[in-house]
């Protein structure tokens, strides 16, 4: 379970601030702003920028019928408008008036699939045109239609009629002066990024003075700066937010070389390196690491984003400012998170999985984290975002990060972490025939005056991972008091069969040609039930792998994964 919620100075302080830029934010669009973002219309769109996003034709057919496959859910609109259903799921109708949909009428290709994008567009335009309020005026929702509306003008005009063309530019020109007033009150997250990036494209692909482009270019190198870490990952410390960040970024570099526009450095520099950071959260099997938000992978969707990656080179190893390791020998990866809690404002979608790692071998996953189900119920987030949904140790059943509670605060900040490790260092090994590194961390010492300190070490061509847990207070010595007990959790993919030999070792197999042994002397291993939320049909039951002992009479565990023949094991 989360630790308390922290209702210290700093927290009281945050919620100030949120709450005065939410007021400030209503106030840009309440009336008496609202005829700041009229202005000249311009008169055509100079670009439709690139759209990495795959598209599906058949989905377009669907919309055409009325039903509305968005967020995980399907609703039929039965004739009416989408934009008037009552009361739809929350991320369903954020999706929706985000129109990144329109990318499957562009695949369509036919007229009927661009008449009915065109009606779509002007449905949404004639029922939010009246005030700048709910779902489809947020920040972020603004920012991904301006992108959408942008990328697929091509389709949504095709055969207008002068009066929607001019309907259509109005609005879009309306959109983009409310984002740009309101971008630098948003918090300092992936959703600014991507306002910005907005802005950009905006001023590249409409008629805009040069002093626009250039002030879209000087925030956008600004807020990159900021968000994209030396080593390429993002401040969220999230897989899944490179991959949409790039899906973005990439487009907006094409978007700038085709008008002869030279991109910022900040943009190039960016690019080149959450690319790599992209390889080195992707496992044999061509999925992205479970952490801090991800869930279920689309293979396809990455391949899209690194065909752009001109170097296609192997992974990086370490990524010290990301806080991850990588250990990758044979046909064995393992990807580890070795890093602190993000900042507060990114932290919305962050793990208190804090020393947790993953394993596949043969393009297979064996040990994972439970992912997250972003289109399920809430309680379903809070419970993967825990400690004990990832494979690391847990101490009395609580998490090494605490999450905001209460309602207020969290409708104001969503779940965000307040708490969690402030010290934790990783030290790498890369000797000859092995990777590894030793890393620990401070996230149990308030609660419970224990540091966790974790070894992993990857040998015999990938084929033997050994690992170590060892728990000690501050001061380094042994733990000396009762009730801190220990949970080391292994997670195991869904898609592997496990059994238990007669000498309490557990057999992995994916029924190929290999399975992977699990051996523990200090503690006996005991397979219970689990939930992975990643899979793309939904939650599914898995099983995992838990060593229980107390630390104040086993300050160390040590286990090990054994490659076998099928034949052998």
Same mark, same amino acid.
């Given at each position: @379970? ?5 209702? /210290?100075?700093?927290?009281w ?13 209503? %106030?840009r ?41 968005? $967020? ?11 934009? +008037? ?23 369509? +290709? ?23 309020? +709910? ?48 971008? +630098? ?5 992936e959703?600014?990024?991507? =306002? ?63 008008? $002869? &526009? ?5 943009? @190039? ?21 479970? !952490?801090? *938000? @991800? ?31 990588? %250990? ?28 947790? !790692? ?11 984290? =439970?992912? #997250? ?9 809070? #419970?993967?975002?825990?400690?004990? $949904? ?9 998490? /090494? ?12 900040? *969503? ?18 025939g @092995?990777?590894?590194?030793? =890393? ?8 419970? *005056? ?23 207070t501050?001061?380094g010595?042994?733990?000396r008091?009762? *009730? ?19 000498h ?5 197999s ?7 042994i699990f051996s ?11 939930i ?15 060593? /229980?002992?107390?630390?104040? &009479? ?16």
């Amino acid at each position: @379970m989360a630790k308390a919620a922290d209702h /210290s100075p700093r927290l009281w302080a945050l919620l100030a601030r949120e709450a005065w830029a939410r007021a400030r934010r209503t %106030l840009r669009s309440g009336p008496a702003y609202r005829w700041r973002y009229m202005g000249r219309t311009p008169e055509r769109v100079l670009i439709a920028p690139p759209d990495l996003r795959l598209p599906d034709a058949q989905i377009a057919i669907e919309i055409y019928h009325g039903r509305f496959a968005l $967020a995980g859910r399907i609703i039929e609109t039965g004739g009416n408008s989408p934009f +008037g259903m009552d009361h739809p799921p929350l991320p369903w109708r954020r999706s929706l008036n985000s129109f990144r949909w329109l990318r499957h009428m562009r695949e369509a +290709g036919t007229e009927l699939a661009a008449a009915n994008a065109r009606a779509l567009v002007s449905d949404w335009i004639t029922t939010n045109s009246g005030r700048l309020a +709910g779902v489809a005026w947020e920040p972020d929702v603004t920012a991904r239609r301006i992108i959408a509306w942008l990328q697929h003008s091509t389709v949504v005009l095709q055969g207008a009629e002068l009066p929607f063309y001019r309907s259509f530019l109005r609005s879009l020109s309306f959109q983009i002066r409310y984002l740009r007033s309101i971008a +630098g009150e948003m918090p300092e997250n992936e959703e600014r990024l991507r =306002a910005r990036i907005a802005i950009a494209f905006a001023a590249l692909s409409l008629p805009t003075a040069p002093t626009a482009l250039r002030t879209a270019t000087r925030n956008l190198a600004r807020e990159l700066d900021r968000q994209i870490l030396a080593d390429g990952g993002h401040i969220s410390r999230s897989p899944l937010a490179i991959l949409e960040l790039l899906a973005d970024l990439l487009p907006l570099r094409q978007t700038y070389a085709n008008q $002869a &526009e030279a991109p910022p450095q900040a943009l @190039m520099g960016a690019i080149d390196r959450m690319l790599p950071a992209l390889r080195f959260f992707r496992h044999q099997d061509g999925n992205l690491a479970r !952490f801090n *938000g @991800m869930g279920a992978t689309i293979p396809d969707r990455i391949v899209a984003i690194l065909r752009h990656d001109d170097a296609a080179g192997q992974p990086l190893l370490h990524a010290p400012h990301s806080g991850f390791e990588r %250990l990758c020998l044979g046909e064995t990866t393992v990807i580890a998170d070795t890093g602190r809690a993000p900042p507060f404002d990114a932290s919305g979608a962050a793990h208190a999985g804090c020393l947790s !790692f993953e394993m596949s071998s043969q393009r297979r996953l064996f040990v994972v984290n =439970a992912g #997250v189900d972003n289109r399920g119920p809430a309680d379903f987030l809070t #419970v993967a975002r825990a400690t004990a $949904a990832h494979s690391t140790a847990c101490i009395n059943d609580t998490s /090494s990060c605490g999450f905001l509670t209460g309602t207020r605060p969290v409708e104001l900040l *969503g779940r965000r972490i307040t708490s969690g490790p402030q010290i934790v260092e990783s030290r790498r090994i890369d000797e000859r025939g @092995m990777q590894g590194f030793v =890393a620990h961390h401070d996230g149990y010492v308030p609660a419970f *005056g224990l540091v966790h300190e974790r070894m992993l070490i990857l040998a015999d061509e990938g084929a033997t991972l050994v690992g170590r847990d060892r728990f000690y207070t501050p001061d380094g010595d042994q733990p000396r008091y009762h *009730g801190d007990h220990v949970a080391v959790r292994f997670h195991i993919h869904p898609g592997v069969e496990i059994l238990r030999d007669d000498h309490d070792r557990i057999a992995l197999s994916t029924g190929g040609s290999e399975a992977w042994i699990f051996s523990c002397a200090e503690a006996k291993p005991v397979i219970e039930e689990s939930i992975y939320f990643a899979g793309l049909s939904g939650p599914r039951r898995n099983m995992q792998i838990v060593l /229980s002992f107390d630390a104040s &009479e086993t300050d160390v565990v040590r286990w090990r994964f054994k490659r076998m023949a099928i034949g052998n094991a």
